[in-house]
């Protein structure tokens, strides 16, 4: 019987390395230190981004919190090590139900008629006030646009534009059309930011160059959220040729 001859490794084909138990080793726990550092990066920054949501929500009612606390710490006759305790743990989550409560008052002013105006009265004053009247306004606006979503002067709808170069579609909000006697309709569209989408860019585009989209203005701020995650995997939106027209289906 003959042998069979040996195989021929071409010149060019990569020698396999055979590695030590050290090294197998190594990367192995390289490999899973960056495993673990990608499943902790998220968890760090949502923790972070928490803290400081906390943090700003609570920054008025935290004095009147510790005071209730330090008050009832005295009531109640704790030791010294006791009261540190109770002021630690207590003064935190007392100061969030507060920021509750008052977050819900004012709700519920904002409902009768005395209440509205007793707030309209404080945002009169605090329009007033120099330097801060400006960025109230305007965060109000912004605000007020979210909120309204699709009605009234909120966000119309969601489109597609071409920017910020042509061929890079972009999720944009349309907040008004107007009448242009050279290019006709202009589109004004509101270009959100990822993942800030009150802080973007404004452009006004000739109607022909806007795709419109089916996606309501919550789903598009969830696009935008999201980077793009909860997009549809389908997009139907309007058809038109290249001069503007409608494609009929």
Request: positive net charge.
């Amino acid at each position: 019987m003959g042998t069979n001859p040996p195989q021929l490794q071409h010149a060019n084909a990569p020698v396999p390395v055979k590695r030590s138990p050290g090294q197998r080793f190594w990367s192995h726990i390289k490999s899973s230190m960056i495993s673990g550092l990608i499943t902790l990066v998220p968890l760090f920054i949502t923790l972070y981004l928490l803290s400081i949501l906390f943090g700003f929500a609570t920054w008025l009612t935290k004095p009147v919190a510790a005071w209730l606390v330090k008050k009832a710490g005295l009531w109640y006759e704790f030791s010294k090590e006791g009261q540190a305790a109770l002021e630690y743990w207590s003064s935190p989550a007392l100061a969030l139900v507060l920021t509750v409560l008052l977050v819900y008052v004012l709700g519920v002013l904002s409902i009768f008629t005395i209440g509205r105006q007793l707030l309209a009265a404080a945002e009169h004053f605090v329009g007033n006030l120099p330097l801060i009247k400006g960025i109230y306004g305007t965060t109000k606006q912004v605000i007020g646009v979210f909120r309204q979503g699709g009605g009234g002067a909120g966000f119309q709808r969601v489109v597609l534009v071409e920017f910020p170069r042509n061929g890079t579609w972009t999720i944009a909000f349309v907040t008004n059309t107007v009448s242009d006697d050279t290019n006709g309709r202009l589109v004004c569209c509101f270009i959100p930011m990822t993942p800030n989408p009150t802080s973007g860019f404004f452009q006004m585009f000739p109607e022909a160059q806007v795709r419109d989209t089916d996606w309501s203005v919550d789903q598009g701020i969830k696009i935008v959220l999201s980077g793009g995650l909860l997009a549809p995997s389908h997009l139907e939106g309007e058809k038109k040729h290249a001069d503007g027209s409608k494609v009929l289906t």
